[in-house]
């Protein structure tokens, strides 16, 4: 099931639109942001009792 999210980039501030594949359960991975281009680590936390989720922007470098 995909959602549909906004998130702030990191890097630009922008806020942009991001898909959200929550059928494939809580998972970390890099997406590039639509404005600047440089890569943005998703964080998604999928509660898998309600399909709730939360999902964390960071760079590279935050760790």
Do not use: H, K, W
């Not at 999210?5 to 494939?24: M, Q």
């Not at 898998?48 to 760790?63: C, I, R, Y």
């Amino acid at each position: 099931m995909t959602e549909f999210t906004d998130i702030a980039c990191p890097y630009c501030g922008e806020i942009i639109d991001v898909a959200v594949d929550v059928s494939a359960g809580s998972q970390t991975y890099t997406e590039d942001c639509q404005v600047c281009c440089r890569p943005i680590v998703m964080r998604l936390t999928v509660d898998e009792g309600d399909d709730s989720f939360s999902l964390s922007a960071s760079t590279e470098n935050d760790g």
